[in-house]
């Protein structure tokens, strides 16, 4: 496992796609903000471990990543999910 250490708005970047940056820091909580391209699935521990017991359809979507979308990204999910499954 690799340790880093980072201040407040500090930022790591994984494989020059993902961008992990430290939005706030309080004494019981580290709040980070996660940029990544959308066939990337970004999780929680628990959400990750709880897809992995599901079945193979449900664990390939996002369950709560929608919600938080603004339109335009909802828009383009929308569409890279119907290119994947050939509806255009």
């Known amino acids: 496992m690799l340790v880093l250490s980072r201040r407040l708005n500090q930022t790591i970047v994984i494989a020059g796609r993902v961008r ?8 019981n909580r580290v709040e980070l903000g996660v940029e990544a391209p959308l066939q990337i699935a970004v999780d ?3 959400i990750h471990l709880r897809r992995q017991n599901a079945q193979p359809a ?4 996002p369950e709560s990543r ?5 339109p335009r990204r909802q828009d383009a999910k929308e569409e890279k999910r119907k290119i994947l499954n050939s509806e255009f």
Request: a negative charge; glycine letters at 0%.
């Open 66 to 70: 929608t919600e938080i979308l603004s």
């Open 44 to 46: 929680r521990e628990e």
């Open 58 to 61: 449900l664990a390939a979507e």
């Open 20 to 27: 992990v940056t430290v939005l706030a820091i309080t004494p």
